[in-house]
């Protein structure tokens, strides 16, 4: 595999804060996401930390958490990793958590009320030891909340101290189009960045909300770069899943198709001419994208934590060559 990797950060939209062109996703600390019924069903304690450790060796520094995320318990081991490192790392060290998913026995929720905001961050400030995160993002839409209180919630944190810069997970253009203008009405704080799903698989937001970034000046953290492991080989046509495998312990929508498989095959054999992982190149298809500051990967439970990320970093694509990528798969998936 040719090249070095590159430590290289790039500015995150207007908020003039410079990230590591990979983030360390750490929705899988405790759990797999927010469901409750997952907690218990990714990297344990231990394995959380030294994932952490792997990060910091490599050069990330910047971590993406929820409230919501395995009961908290995602947040908790951050803090715990914290409270272990020097000033100097912990002053380096980018924290990006997420209000307004409500988890309860009966399901997920969204809950983006000024109220709720400022309750789910307290707890989130208490949980990662710090007394205030350069970034937080709502975690997704909610149709019972105007924009406007959201955004008064936000501007209350704000002044609190308690965050620097807000962003919008989960968001479509006419969504973040009608947020940015509200913003510049009532002259409150705007959403700084977006992050949505975008990989090989989705690349619906090339259609409308990456032009809305380029022009509003918004950066993009894109998450599931691999599709959830989908993009690394390491799923079978025609056979199920492994039991305890992100694909079956979190299905999303229907599954893969011939033509899908196909475009792996190629992916595949790219990826061993150029001597890396499937799963590497795609991650690389994703973080050379020009208006992508930082792609969120989540760091694998059953191999070497970061191995794909740290492949990834070394792999340079051309736009011709994301383009070619790109075609191996199907434009309505």
Not at 207 to 212: D, I, P, R
Request: hydrophobic share 40%; with cysteine.
């Amino acid at each position: 595999m040719a090249g070095m990797v590159h430590t290289t950060s790039r500015m995150l939209g207007q908020t003039g804060i410079a990230v590591s062109r990979v983030a360390l996703g750490c929705g899988t600390f405790g759990g797999v996401g927010s469901p409750r019924h997952l907690i218990g069903r990714g990297l344990d304690r231990d394995a959380s930390l030294a994932c952490m450790d792997e990060a910091l060796a490599l050069g990330i520094d910047f971590l993406d958490t929820s409230h919501s995320y395995a009961d908290g318990a995602s947040e908790r081991y951050i803090g715990e990793w914290l409270e272990c490192q020097t000033s100097e790392t912990r002053a380096s060290m980018h924290l990006a958590t997420k209000v307004g998913t409500v988890v309860t026995d009966s399901g997920i929720a969204v809950d983006l009320s000024p109220q709720t905001i400022v309750e789910q961050l307290t707890e989130s400030l208490t949980r990662l030891g710090v007394s205030r995160v350069d970034f937080c993002l709502s975690h997704a839409p909610d149709p019972a909340t105007p924009i406007e209180a959201t955004l008064h919630g936000f501007a209350d944190v704000i002044g609190r101290g308690w965050v620097s810069h807000i962003g919008a997970c989960n968001i479509d253009a006419e969504h973040l189009t009608a947020a940015v203008q509200t913003s510049s009405r009532l002259g409150l704080p705007r959403y700084e960045w977006v992050q949505n799903e975008y990989n090989l698989l989705n690349r619906s937001d090339e259609q409308a909300l990456l032009k809305v970034c380029s022009a509003q000046g918004i950066g993009y953290t894109p998450f599931s770069p691999m599709a959830g492991g989908l993009l690394s080989g390491k799923y079978v046509r025609d056979q199920p899943p492994p039991a305890d495998s992100r694909l079956s312990l979190r299905p999303h929508g229907s599954p893969p198709s011939k033509a899908i498989f196909e475009g792996i095959a190629q992916l595949q054999g790219e990826a061993a001419r150029r001597g890396c992982d499937p799963g590497a190149l795609a991650l690389a298809w994703v973080t050379n994208h020009p208006q992508v500051t930082t792609a969120i990967c989540g760091p694998s439970r059953r191999a070497e934590h970061l191995r794909l990320p740290r492949q990834a970093l070394t792999i340079d694509l051309d736009a011709p060559t994301r383009a070619r990528i790109g075609a191996w798969f199907p434009a309505d998936v």
